[in-house]
């Protein structure tokens, strides 16, 4: 199965659960590695356990800090990969998260996001960023909150909605309730989650886009700094 395929299948940016088959600107201490010319390392995948594709994961050095590119579906084995790759970093490096994801299964993305935290925890400065013309959906979202700062171009999008199970695309409430209390134990706007809910957002039927710069406007507390 292509992913192309695949993601039509389960619905674009599926979320799919575990176990189943701002201000503007570019200020801050990671600002200043933003434009910096890198050259990414790739690291090398696991090979697939299924028809569901690992993302890609890069490495590169910006400025002052590193850079690891998570670009595609988020499994088990990216999330097995990102761990590694946070535990041989030099202690205290700043760290930006770049993504580029439909979504995933969600108990790769929950330990990706706990990991985020520990390092942030730990000391470690943890931005998350998404560029223009980029989008980051479904689990990709609550990744992308676990950083701060966290950037975005305003054409980047980004997509919500209910989670889905792997083998059928079914949706759940529990699962449901449970990722929409993360994004906001996360930092996503209580305010604003009314607002996804209420437009259909987490019902299972509708898949909930906004742009960076319509985020920042929303006070939806998503993106933090938008990249001009």
């Not at 850079?67 to 700043?94: H, S």
């Not at 995933?104 to 996001?113: C, D, E, L, N, R």
């Not at 980029?134 to 701060?148: F, H, T």
């Amino acid at each position: 199965m292509t992913v192309r395929t695949l993601v039509r299948w389960v619905g674009l940016g599926a979320l799919l659960v575990a176990g189943a088959a701002g201000a503007a600107g570019t200020h801050g201490p990671l600002a200043d590695g933003m434009a910096a010319t890198a050259v990414p390392v790739a690291i090398p995948s696991a090979p697939p356990a299924s028809d569901f594709p690992d993302a890609a994961l890069a490495r590169s050095e910006q400025g002052n800090a590193t850079v690891l590119r998570v670009d595609g579906i988020i499994t088990a084995g990216v999330e097995q990969r990102f761990a590694e790759t946070l535990r041989g970093l030099p202690a205290g490096r700043p760290l930006v998260v770049e993504l580029s994801s439909p979504g995933g299964f969600t108990s790769a993305g929950y330990k990706m996001i706990d990991a985020v935290l520990a390092e942030r925890q730990s000391g470690r400065p943890v931005a998350t960023r998404v560029r223009g013309g980029e989008s980051c959906e479904s689990m990709c979202v609550g990744l992308y909150l676990a950083g701060y700062p966290r950037y975005a171009a305003p054409s980047a999008e980004f997509m919500v909605h209910a989670p889905r199970m792997a083998e059928n695309g079914r949706m759940t409430m529990r699962s449901t309730q449970a990722m929409v209390q993360r994004l906001v134990s996360l930092g996503a706007s209580p305010v604003w989650i009314e607002r996804v809910k209420a437009a259909g957002g987490f019902s299972g039927a509708v898949d909930y886009r906004e742009k960076a710069d319509r985020l920042t406007a929303d006070g939806a507390n998503i993106v933090t700094e938008l990249i001009r």
